[in-house]
């Protein structure tokens, strides 16, 4: 099924993203600490979507980054969190925060968080402290890879890992910033450029 969607952001609203790729418009169901996350309405983004389908209704939801989906899946394991009330908790706090206060086992701190109560956070604690394995997500690097996902993509269909395959193309694409020829050039050129240049930095 889906994995991601990435596409031109058309709209943000709360608890709501709609996001255009090859003339489909998806509406999103996203927490809100994820919007902040993503790229302003205009500019290409990325989500990594869950498609919720039931007899009733069929819902696509979306996250910044994988392991904010991991951790949404982590919370629908704890009797009584459904998509609903998963949603609301990571739209009040960070994945990091929460999957911090979880590890740190901090049941005040937990029950703090709107849509968790004292029963839920207990369960919360009892399902997964000390399995969540999270890795910090550096924003700025994410949006600076985004416009060349396909890049990446290529590369690690090469054999290269993802994560050396993201850290080159930020590093290519930072220090071209500045580069007015670069610039002027299309899409399609830049991601020649860069693809080029990547390979020469994982080769080294």
Do not use: C
């Amino acid at each position: 099924m889906f994995n991601s969607l990435m596409g031109t952001v058309t709209g943000k609203f709360p608890q709501k993203l709609f996001i255009e790729t090859h003339g489909i418009e998806w509406d999103v169901t996203v927490p809100d600490s994820t919007l902040d996350r993503l790229p302003a309405v205009g500019q290409v983004g990325r989500v990594y979507t869950w498609l919720q389908h039931t007899d009733q209704l069929m819902n696509l939801y979306g996250f910044a980054t994988e392991d904010d989906r991991e951790l949404f899946f982590n919370l629908l394991k704890v009797d009584g969190i459904g998509p609903k009330a998963a949603l609301k908790i990571l739209s009040s706090i960070s994945s990091k925060d929460l999957a911090r206060i979880l590890d740190s086992g901090d049941l005040d701190s937990l029950q703090k968080v709107p849509g968790v109560g004292k029963k839920t956070a207990a369960k919360m604690l009892l399902q997964l402290k000390g399995k969540l394995n999270l890795e910090e997500t550096v924003v700025v690097s994410t949006r600076t890879v985004l416009p060349f996902a396909d890049v990446v993509t290529a590369l690690v269909s090469m054999g290269y890992d993802k994560k050396n395959a993201e850290d080159a193309v930020a590093k290519i694409t930072d220090a071209k910033k500045t580069d007015a020829d670069f610039q002027n050039l299309s899409q399609k050129q830049k991601e020649d450029s860069v693809f080029r240049e990547a390979l020469v930095e994982l080769a080294q």
